[in-house]
């Protein structure tokens, strides 16, 4: 059998890839709003503003 009852390996595997799972989501949201508040508002959008 590949699952073993006895241990608890299963258990060390979820906690593993749940850690793993966070940082990357917390890299990636890293990586997309970096630089979002100097982000140049384009020509058309100020002139519709002012």
Known sequence: SAFIRDTDYHAWAAHYLTSMSKALVDDAVKVLT????????PKRAAKAEG
Do not use: C, K
């Open 34 to 41: 970096r630089d979002r508040e100097f982000v140049p508002v």
